[in-house]
């Protein structure tokens, strides 16, 4: 499975920014798609996923800010981010999973930062 990440960049405090990323090669029974984000000396840290039947769940600190969603024709998974804070600022991994393995994205860069 490969995985192509696209939509960071720079965005001021209280902004909003949406990372795409799209699956491809083998892409059957891909039981989840999601996001991973890993800051400046901390740990990649699940933000965002959802499985292949819709059920999503979400970290602590980006519930009511962050959205995912998922199109299972396209195998594509999307993030929407809005209110983001410095503490957002991070390289952003896109993920999936099947039972053969689990994939990785190349990383999109988030910065928050006035």
């Known amino acids: 499975v490969q995985l192509q990440a696209s939509g960071g960049g720079l965005v001021q405090p209280g902004g909003s920014l949406r990372l795409s990323c799209a699956a491809s090669g083998m892409i059957r029974r891909i039981d989840f798609l999601g996001w991973y984000r890993q800051a400046p000396e901390k740990q990649r840290e699940l933000v965002a996923g959802?499985?292949?039947?819709?059920?999503?769940n979400y970290a602590d600190a980006v519930k009511g800010r962050f959205s995912v969603s998922r199109d299972n024709a396209k195998n594509t998974v999307s993030l929407q981010m809005n209110s983001l804070g410095p503490e957002d600022t991070a390289v952003y991994y896109c993920k999936a999973r099947n039972p053969w393995g689990t994939y990785w994205g190349q990383g999109t860069q988030v910065t928050v930062s006035s």
């Open positions: 959802v499985t292949n039947v819709g059920r999503k």
